[in-house]
């Protein structure tokens, strides 16, 4: 018997859109309408732009939240290091097809036979057969054999190569350190602005995310990037480190075969909805809108495919950041989701994955929030938190109505901006049981979630205020007399 389709929330959708900030969408007046359109949360791209420019943009979101009198999430998106050839005789070079081409430490411009690589920790580190991606995979470069001084390969695809071109290394994982001098100058700044989520690139192994942490200052959520082949063999234990995650499909479909990243996305929300964290789909999502006003049919199928793998958000990047029709994409992407989640099969596809509750009376209630919402006609599920946590727990469960998550917390209300079905809204702190009712009803009239005659799961943890108490479940009607009220 399929369940039925979900009630709506004020957005009419659960799953969250993540928009990058860009020259086509840094204004004040686009903000507010990408805002208005659909966008839940912003993403800074730190490998571009001035700091006194990102700083603009996020007093500009900031604004938007007192406007609109809703939290607003910010990522920023650290760049990572980059690994580059140097440069050529005449700024480039072609490789033929099948050539030999050497990537060698000699600072001398190129040639078609050879180029400086300054970066002497892959010198001794590739072997025969592994490979070398230039130019977005452009390029590829079988390596034949390998010393302190000098890596020979053959060209399996050739083409023009020109000055400081990108290098993958799919097949080895290369030590160096996910943060670079800039990385940490940027990650400074962006914990100075408050800035509520941290995107870190270049992810091979949970170590990497330790001195980012570190650096963070117990501030703000820490996003991992699975961008590296390498990153998915230690894929559980990188999720354990992180807050959330994001399947960075860009360089993921450089460094592994185009066939293999689908499966592999599918895999990757899996294991990052199983420990119950926010997890982002991301890249080329709608890549033509960058130039055209419609998508095509093949990327509204990829944006649908991920709502319906249970994603928590879904991304805009250049579409946003630099397209000509930055604001149509959010309003494109806004129906896809809320055509999606109203199917009536959607619920059954998106639980098609198992989250069995772990054995804690936190996860017990949460689950008991999805089966009451499937039994009883409610609107929606109040859930009190100061962490965000218990938030994050009930969205794990994905149940058929929306979460309203009243919090204490301004910036636990802005980091859930990424998480499924959670609409938060920073309150006053409760103080009793019939606080917590009350107070329930009333945000939950105010804020689209019910009306006179509907009941509400009012989830909590007694004695409030204290973090991990979640102990509580308590089915509400609401009455007329709640309309009259608007404290709080």
């Not at 690139?201 to 963070?216: K, N, T, W």
């Amino acid at each position: 018997m399929a369940i039925s389709a979900p009630k709506l929330d004020p957005r009419g959708r659960k799953v969250k859109i993540l928009a990058t900030v860009g020259p086509a969408s840094r204004s004040p007046e686009m903000l507010a309408r990408l805002f208005k359109a659909g966008v839940d949360a912003f993403r800074v791209n730190m490998s571009h732009g001035e700091h006194a420019d990102h700083a603009q943009t996020i007093e500009t979101i900031r604004a938007l939240e007192k406007k609109f009198m809703r939290p607003i999430a910010i990522l920023a998106d650290l760049q990572g290091p980059k690994l580059r050839v140097g440069k050529f005789k005449d700024g480039q070079a072609v490789i033929r097809h099948s050539g030999h081409f050497t990537l060698d430490r000699n600072p001398e411009p190129g040639d078609e036979t050879r180029v400086e690589l300054p970066h002497p920790e892959l010198f001794g580190l590739l072997t025969k057969g592994q490979r070398l991606l230039i130019n977005d995979g452009k390029i590829r470069l079988k390596v034949i054999s390998a010393d302190e001084n000098a890596i020979h390969c053959s060209a399996e695809v050739g083409g023009v190569i020109s000055d400081r071109k990108g290098v993958n290394v799919p097949d080895a994982e290369v030590p160096i350190p996910a943060l670079t001098d800039k990385d940490r100058r940027d990650l400074a700044f962006a914990v100075a602005q408050g800035v509520d989520w941290i995107g870190l690139s270049f992810v091979q192994r949970p170590e990497d995310l330790a001195e980012a942490r570190r650096l963070m200052g117990g501030y703000g959520a820490l996003c991992a990037k699975i961008e590296k082949p390498m990153a998915v063999r230690r894929l559980d234990e990188i999720i354990d480190m992180s807050d959330g995650i994001m399947v960075a499909r860009g360089d993921l479909g450089v460094e592994l075969e185009p066939q293999e990243v689908p499966p592999l996305q599918k895999k990757i929300v899996n294991a990052t909805r199983l420990k119950g964290k926010p997890v982002i789909v991301a890249t080329q999502m709608l890549e033509s809108m960058i130039e055209s006003p419609a998508p095509t049919r093949a990327e509204v199928s990829d944006v649908a495919n991920a709502v319906y793998d249970g994603a928590d958000c879904v991304m805009l990047s250049a579409e946003t950041a630099a397209g000509d029709w930055p604001e149509e994409a959010v309003t494109i992407m806004h129906r896809i989701a809320r055509q999606v989640e109203t199917d009536e099969s959607y619920l059954e596809r998106v639980r098609f994955l198992d989250t069995p509750p772990d054995a804690t009376t936190a996860d017990a209630l949460a689950h008991a929030c999805m089966t009451v919402a499937d039994t009883v006609p409610v609107s929606a599920i109040t859930v009190f938190t100061g962490s965000g946590s218990t938030a994050r727990r009930v969205a794990r469960e994905r149940p058929s109505v929306p979460m309203l998550v009243l919090t204490p917390s301004m910036k636990t209300a802005r980091r859930l901006g990424l998480l499924w079905g959670a609409h938060a809204v920073a309150t006053k702190d409760i103080g009793s049981f019939e606080e917590m009712i009350a107070k329930g009803k009333r945000m939950a009239l105010r804020h689209g979630f019910g009306q006179a005659g509907s009941k509400l799961i009012a989830l909590a943890g007694v004695p409030f205020g204290t973090p991990g108490s979640t102990n509580l479940l308590h089915v509400v009607p609401v009455s007329g007399d709640e309309l009259e009220k608007h404290g709080g």
